[in-house]
């Protein structure tokens, strides 16, 4: 029996009952927790220097400490104001926009080429000017988050608008709706899923510029925090900061998978979860 | 002025289902057309056509593609313009589409609904989904529905408005054969109740015969031909029946071979299996 049983294993697979490699084989999350225990034992050792990077549990210590003492989450809320501002400017002008241009011939004649131009010019460039105009106060760093994310929310809320079924828009008109009441029922919600992939894509883009926005002579913000931890040579703070960042973009997405799904409940796809 | 007439004449019927309303010239028609032209480019797709329907009247309107079906009840339906040309049509008219075209990001009940400015919305919706036989289906999306139960909600989307012309464009050429016998029986039941003038555009003979009071050949953007429906309904596929067919049939340049006919019968959607 014993023998039955060494057969069947040799056989079977190379490893006895119980070893663990194929459950590992999928674990997505093996390789960043072995990158961050190197991290950990090279900064232990002195391989890595303090003031060229931190050590993990450095940064863990800094992180709690900041909040703890209120300097971190004040600075995060800071930031945050500046790209919440930007982004309901970019909201505003882009949806304003892409109606016009989705909607009617002539506002596409007038509205489009210009946002294509724009679009050419990459907005970060522009910070200089905005510097000149708005000085080196709240304004440019608004402005600059404003501008980087008008143009995707309208290119994708124009193509959802001109991807309207128009047998759908035909039936309805049938039904007596035109006007406002045609676009509130049918035009934009129609133009809602496109509209939801720009507004993903704006909110990516305005952490990016918010990091370069907030280089201007900050105050206060994330930004301030880096920049003042640079001249101190703190590089626990800088990655303290640089995780908050990448939580933020994390928490941009997930808000925005949350309004898709209470907004676009009725697509099949969910509908079927 | 018209209300009166389809009040009598949803008494007449009332007392007599069966029987199809006359259309007396005496009454002032829901739908009047006169030496009506549609033209896009070079093409005229509707050519000097004269079209009356009484109110209350069913009409079935046959025709190969291209033969200006389509344009003839868009433009019964107010989608195309008609220019300054004479065209009569009731005030209050609803579509039903080959395709439900319901807006998926409403829910069944708001797609009846859509439009409709009164209080008691969800009730009227509610009353016409539960005429159609989908009361349990008030809350489901669109993308649920079967679609003979999308159909039907398009047919509740119309009625609910009470119109004094229902067009019909192939509502059931999409579903299968038993849908489309169920759907035939509903849309006669709701023509009894409601009373609208319907318009059924239609490329199925035997669809036609089943349903209208009167069944018109378009051809080339004109009435090429005619036919009064004097049978009592529900219509057994009997003689009067196929001759009636074989009458529209030939008007359409289609030849039907006796052979097949047997076959026919049996299969009165046009499904000609041996």
């Known amino acids: 029996m014993s023998l039955a049983t060494a057969d069947r294993i040799s056989l079977a697979r190379p490893f006895p009952k119980g070893w663990r490699w194929p459950r590992l084989s999928r674990a997505r999350w093996l390789s960043p ?24 549990s450095t940064v863990a210590e800094t992180f709690w400490a900041l909040t703890v003492s209120g300097e971190l989450p004040a600075n995060l809320l800071v930031s945050l104001a500046r790209a919440a501002a930007g982004l309901a400017i970019a909201l505003a002008v882009a949806v304003s926009l892409g109606l016009l241009a989705g909607l009617s011939r002539w506002g596409e004649t007038v509205v489009d080429p ?37 143009f995707p929310i309208y290119l994708n809320l124009f193509a ?36 939801f992939v720009g507004l993903r894509y704006a909110l990516g883009v305005s952490v990016l510029v918010l990091v370069v926005a907030e280089q201007i002579n900050a105050q206060a913000g994330l930004g301030h925090l880096i920049n003042n931890a640079r001249d101190f040579m703190r590089t626990d703070i800088i990655v303290v900061c640089l995780l908050v960042y990448a939580l933020l973009g994390l928490g941009a997405d997930a808000l925005v998978r949350t309004l898709e799904r209470r907004a676009l409940a009725w697509r099949p796809s969910l509908v079927e979860q | 002025m018209v209300q009166p007439r389809i009040r009598r004449r949803a008494f007449d019927t009332a007392a007599v289902p069966t029987v199809a309303p006359s259309t007396a010239p005496s009454i002032a028609p829901a739908v009047k057309l006169n030496g009506f032209v549609r033209q896009f480019g070079e093409n005229r797709v509707i050519d000097g056509l004269d079209l009356s329907i009484a109110p209350g009247e069913f009409v079935a309107l046959l025709g190969a593609s291209g033969s200006g079906k389509t344009t003839l009840l868009r433009t019964l339906a107010g ?27 409403k829910k069944v009940w708001r797609n009846v609904a859509l439009g409709l400015k009164d209080k008691d919305v969800r009730a009227r919706a509610e009353a016409a989904l539960k005429e159609v036989g989908l009361g349990h289906r008030l809350d489901a999306w669109p993308s649920t529905l079967s679609g003979g139960e999308a159909q039907r909600t398009a047919l509740a989307r119309a009625l609910v408005r009470e119109p004094g012309l229902l067009l019909l464009d192939e509502p059931f050429a999409a579903l299968d054969a038993l849908t489309r016998l169920k759907m035939h029986d509903l849309v006669l039941n709701l023509w009894n109740e409601h009373r609208p003038a319907v318009l ?25 031909a005619e036919e009064h429906i004097p049978l009592e309904r529900p219509r ?13 049939l030939g008007h359409l340049g289609v030849e039907a071979p006796a052979s097949h006919e047997g076959a026919l019968i049996a299969f009165p959607t046009g499904e000609a299996v041996q």
Do not use: C, Y
């Open chain 2, 236 to 248: 057994a596929p009997d003689a009067r029946f196929q001759a009636i067919r074989r009458r529209l």
């Open chain 1, 114 to 150: 210009l946002m294509q131009i724009k679009r050419t010019i990459p907005s970060l460039a522009l910070t200089p000017l905005f510097i000149v105009w708005f000085g080196i106060g709240e304004t440019p760093k608004i402005a600059l988050i404003a501008v980087a994310t008008t």
């Open chain 1, 33 to 56: 927790v072995v990158l961050l225990a190197l991290w950990e034992l090279g900064s232990r050792f002195g391989l890595i220097p303090e003031r060229v990077l931190a050590a993990p």
């Open chain 2, 200 to 224: 059924l555009v239609t490329h199925d003979v035997d669809e036609a015969i089943s349903l209208a009071d009167r069944v018109l050949v378009l051809n080339k953007g004109r009435i090429a």
């Open chain 1, 160 to 195: 959802g608008v001109r991807g309207i079924d128009v047998r759908l828009v035909e039936a309805a008109r049938s039904f007596g709706l035109s006007g406002w009441s045609l676009v509130r029922e049918v035009i934009l919600p129609g133009a809602l899923p496109s509209f």
């Open chain 2, 79 to 105: 989608l195309d313009p008609v220019g300054d040309q004479d065209v009569t049509t009731p005030s209050t008219r609803a579509v039903v589409f080959q395709d439900a075209r319901l807006l998926p990001w």
